[in-house]
């Protein structure tokens, strides 16, 4: 595994993680169905999603620092074995993983950038779908949650033109637990886009 420091300031493990290949054995010691949240925040997805099936392991990415220490602290409280935390950009450590060996994909509430100019920020696009698609296994799942009207939009007609997923009602399968983000948008009434998709079998 291979970090590359921003600064002399940030501890080793909070650098920014790049490498050419993922090998999660690494960091959970086993070989074992692999879900993956891109953007874990405060963790409370990850860790109720780990505590829930401790015979998957549980990875969560996240890039802003502030919110990889938070996320950093409580994974390592939790004492999870099944959960694990890294600093890393989603779209970059993506393209490390090996093709067909995700089980799920978790985006929820990625940073909408509603500015227009800002737009080509967002996490999702049409390359990085086509990208996490295919690192699912098949039959595999990805769920995506955001309260942007207008990211959610974009979403729906972007998982569209991707092939290799089929969209499915959110209650198809058992709901995920909910996030931070999520239960306080819920608390202010604000509507929710979810999308649920499942990689097609050959």
């Known amino acids: 595994m291979n970090?590359?420091?921003?600064?002399?300031?940030?501890n080793p493990d909070e650098a920014l993680w790049f490498g050419d290949r993922f090998d999660p054995r690494e960091i959970f010691g086993r070989a074992a169905p692999l879900e993956i949240e891109i953007g874990s925040g405060r963790a409370?997805?990850?860790?109720?999603?780990?505590?829930a099936d401790p015979a998957h392991d549980f990875l969560g990415l996240e890039r802003s620092l502030a919110y990889y220490r938070v996320c950093q602290e409580r994974v390592a409280r939790s004492g999870?074995?099944?959960?694990?935390t890294l600093r890393a950009d989603g779209?970059?450590?993506?393209?490390?993983?090996?093709p067909e060996?995700?089980?799920?994909?978790?985006?929820?509430?990625?940073?909408p950038w509603p500015k227009k100019?800002?737009?080509k920020r967002r996490l999702l696009d049409a390359v990085t779908l086509e990208l996490l698609?295919?690192?699912?296994?098949?039959?595999?799942?990805?769920?995506?949650?955001?309260?942007h009207p207008g990211y959610g939009r974009a979403v729906r007609s972007l998982l569209e033109t991707v092939p290799a997923l089929e969209g499915l009602e959110w209650d198809a399968l058992p709901s995920p637990p909910p996030t931070s983000y999520e239960l306080k948008y819920q608390a202010e009434g604000r509507p929710i886009?979810?999308?649920?998709?499942v990689k097609r079998k050959a």
């Open 193 to 197: 886009w979810r999308f649920l998709c």
């Open 101 to 111: 060996s995700v089980r799920a994909f978790h985006v929820y509430f990625p940073d």
């Open 80 to 84: 999870l074995a099944n959960a694990r």
């Open 3 to 10: 970090l590359k420091p921003e600064s002399w300031n940030l």
């Open 133 to 147: 698609a295919s690192r699912l296994e098949p039959g595999a799942t990805m769920r995506i949650a955001t309260d």
């Open 44 to 51: 409370r997805f990850l860790l109720a999603a780990a505590r």
């Open 91 to 98: 779209r970059l450590f993506a393209e490390s993983l090996t």
């Open 117 to 119: 100019k800002h737009r």
